[in-house]
């Protein structure tokens, strides 16, 4: 009786099992189908803000999928899944040439985009970068590419060089999500990069406890290393304040703008200048 019971629970468990499996490789086939044909992947921008003028001062470029089931589904979902099928360098190339395509035509507007260890590991990387800047005409110097700290760690030293390459053509780099790695500190004394962006879970905690000493230690080490400064995640007026007081250079957060897609953005981008840090963009939400 018991035996019989325990088989079916495994039956169960096993059926259950192949479902997932099943769901996560129509995933990834309906994944690689999108940037096979490029149709479903599209991008959204957030603004990013001057703490000091509430100018605007460069968009973030965040991506997204149109999946004709599903719906449009955030980087979250599909990113692990792109990063695990071998999909992400195909992924990250589509992004920064539809990024690309787009803020040509945004005047002298910086932008940054994300990407991922395996594409800073490839060895093609630098010259796929530079390529597309070149053929859509944008300097080097107007690119950020937003990398974590975790890529940092791995000991081969491919990332370290890929990044010296690029910076040495003007690239920017940015470590995302700073503070959220270990050994933060440590390793962003020995790779050169331009600017942290300070995790939201950072922000959070300093509105909900006042306690400010970990923002205040990585506005000081980022100021003795020459680094700029953005906060992530800012959400409330609050925030805003003691972030400007503490000396970060760029807000970025819901309170100033939720990521926008790029007709959304069009149709703001010249009222934000002047109004911007003053006003909220409010939009549709957007994962
Ligand atoms: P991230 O680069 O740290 O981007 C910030 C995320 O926080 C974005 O989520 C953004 O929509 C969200 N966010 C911005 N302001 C606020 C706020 O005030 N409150 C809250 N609650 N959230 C806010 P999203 O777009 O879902 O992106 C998630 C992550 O996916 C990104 O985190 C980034 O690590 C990754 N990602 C996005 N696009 C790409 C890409 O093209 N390539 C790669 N490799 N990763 C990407
Ligand atoms: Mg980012
Ligand atoms: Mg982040
Ligand atoms: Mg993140």
């Not at 088989?7 to 995933?27: T, V, W």
């Not at 190339?93 to 260890?117: E, G």
């Not at 959304?264 to 911007?276: E, H, L, M, P």
Request: proline share 3%; hydrophobic share 40%.
């Amino acid at each position: 009786h018991a035996k019989a019971a325990g088989r079916n629970r495994y039956a169960l468990f096993g059926d259950h099992m192949n479902q997932l499996l099943r769901a996560r490789r129509e995933l990834e086939n309906d994944l690689r189908h999108a940037i096979e044909t490029k149709t479903q992947i599209e991008i959204h921008y957030q603004p990013v803000y001057s703490a000091t003028t509430g100018e605007m001062c460069s968009v973030e470029a965040l991506v997204r999928w149109r999946h004709p089931k599903k719906g449009l589904l955030g980087p979250d979902i599909f990113i692990p899944v792109a990063e695990e099928a071998g999909l992400i360098t195909a992924l990250g190339l589509i992004v920064l040439d539809d990024a690309c395509a787009t803020i040509s035509a945004w005047n002298d507007l910086p932008v940054s985009v994300n990407a991922s260890a395996a594409e800073l590991k490839l060895e093609s990387y630098p010259l796929r970068v530079l390529s597309t800047l070149a053929r859509h005409n944008i300097e080097p110097g107007r690119l950020e590419i937003e990398i974590t700290e975790s890529l940092l760690l791995d000991g081969s030293g491919q990332c370290e060089r890929t990044i010296a390459a690029l910076r040495k053509a003007g690239v920017r780099f940015a470590i995302d999500d700073f503070g959220t790695g270990y050994s933060s500190f440590g390793r962003v004394q020995d790779v050169s990069i331009d600017r942290i962006k300070i995790d939201k879970v950072f922000v959070d905690e300093l509105s909900r406890s006042g306690n400010n000493g970990i923002i205040v230690g990585m506005v000081s080490m980022a100021r003795a290393r020459g680094l700029e400064i953005t906060a992530e995640g800012v959400e409330t007026e609050e925030q805003r304040e003691m972030l400007g007081s503490l000396g970060c250079d760029h807000l970025q957060g819901y309170l100033l703008s939720k990521p926008l897609t790029r007709e959304q953005f069009a149709s703001v981008r010249t009222k934000t200048v002047s109004d911007a840090g003053s006003k909220a963009i409010s939009t549709s939400p957007v994962p």
